[in-house]
């Protein structure tokens, strides 16, 4: 059975910083791009990371480019998503997944177990 589960997450003071992990299982990571998606109280989930599957290219949504920062250890079958600058606006449920780039955006599929991430302001 394919899964990805994220973890790291917790409470981060405005400003500071956390590392995600992504761990694939029952399948092998570095035959997929990975990205990661959040979803905000009340909010819809929306995608901010895609990173091809050789690690060459990456993006980033307006909202996070410039603070956070992905990569992957494929001896690990994982990926790590760095935060920095937080803010209260990216408290979040984060979810790694794998994605793809479509003409008028990215699609995302397959997310597993999500990690909570908490910007105090």
Known sequence: QERLVASG?????????????CV?????LDYYAIGWLRQAPG???E???CHS???????YGDSVKGR?????????????????SLTPEDTAIYYCAKCWARINGYEY??????T??????
């Open 9 to 21: 997450g917790g409470l981060v003071q405005f400003g500071g910083s956390l590392r995600l992990s």
């Open 24 to 28: 694939a299982s029952g399948f092998r």
């Open 43 to 45: 909010k819809e989930r």
């Open 47 to 49: 995608g901010n990371v």
């Open 53 to 59: 599957s050789s690690g060459a290219n990456a993006w």
């Open 68 to 84: 956070f920062a992905n990569s992957r250890d494929h001896s690990k079958n994982s990926v790590y998503l760095q935060m920095n």
């Open 109 to 114: 599929a397959d997310w597993g177990q999500g």
């Open 116 to 121: 909570q991430v908490t910007v105090s302001s």
